[in-house]
Antibody, heavy 120, light 107 residues
Framework: EVQLVESGGGLVKPGGSLRLSCAASGFTLTTYNMNWVRQAPGKGLEWVSSISRSSSYIYYADSVKGRFTISRDNTKKSLYLQMNSLRAEDTAVYYC?????????????WGLGTLVTVSS | DIQMTQSPSSLSASVGDRVTITCRASQGISSFLAWYQQKPEKAPKSLISAASSLQSGVPSRFSGSGSGTEFTLTISSLQPEDFATYYCQQYYNYPVTFGQGTKVDIK
């Protein structure tokens, strides 16, 4: 069974940093591109970042470019999101999402999410 | 960036109703369109990819159609478990973008 379990969320002050993790199980991580998608309270879905199977290709939303860094460790079956210079508008549930094996960026599997709250 | 616009933003329907949600892209995206269902406090669930390809395990009352700039999600006979918010998403290019969502609630 495919499982994606996010961790690392919490309360952080504006300007602070946080590192999210996503533990993958039930499938071979090296076969899939991975993504982070977020959802602010009461709002819609916003794609944040994508990383290819071997980390060769990385993409970011403009809203996080230069502040967030996506990475993965296939040996540890994990995906990460390093978030720096956090702002109130980064407050959201952050989901780890797996792309289709074909490499197309639709998300067949999602984690349960981890809540990040940026507030003083 | 490609903007995705869903209509309506919300609708009220009864069990057994046929429901149609429209998603328009600001430019052509071929068939690189996915649909998701999200229930309150839950993660999104993938329903359809490639505009019309039903994901494994998704009931056949769900169907998708369209290509280019206009797409539809149809629920042929609404069931109690279908009351949720639905999102379209284009994956034609980066940044991947979602529609604003359509909330389907009970009339």
């Amino acid at each position: 069974e495919v499982q994606l379990v996010e961790s690392g969320g919490g309360l952080v002050k504006p300007g602070g940093s946080l590192r999210l993790s996503c533990a993958a199980s039930g499938f071979t991580l090296t076969t899939y591109n991975m993504n982070w998608v977020r959802q602010a309270p009461g709002k819609g879905l916003e794609w944040v970042s994508s990383i290819s199977r071997s980390s060769s290709y990385i993409y970011y939303a403009d809203s996080v470019k230069g502040r967030f860094t996506i990475s993965r460790d296939n040996t540890k079956k994990s995906l990460y999101l390093q978030m720096n210079s956090l702002r109130a508008e980064d407050t959201a549930v952050y989901y780890c999402a797996r792309e289709d094996s074909s490499g197309y960026a639709y998300f067949g599997y999602w984690g349960l999410g981890t809540l990040v709250t940026v507030s003083s | 960036d490609i903007q995705m616009t869903q209509s309506p933003s919300s609708l009220s329907a009864s069990v057994g109703d046929r429901v149609t949600i429209t998603c328009r892209a600001s430019q052509g995206i071929s068939s690189f369109l996915a649909w998701y269902q999200q229930k309150p406090e839950k993660a999104p669930k993938s329903l359809i990819s490639a505009a019309s390809s039903l994901q494994s395990g998704v009931p056949s009352r769900f169907s998708g159609s369209g290509s280019g700039t206009e797409f539809t999600l149809t629920i042929s006979s609404l069931q109690p478990e279908d009351f949720a918010t639905y999102y379209c998403q284009q994956y034609y290019n980066y940044p991947v973008t979602f529609g604003q969502g359509t909330k389907v609630d009970i009339k």
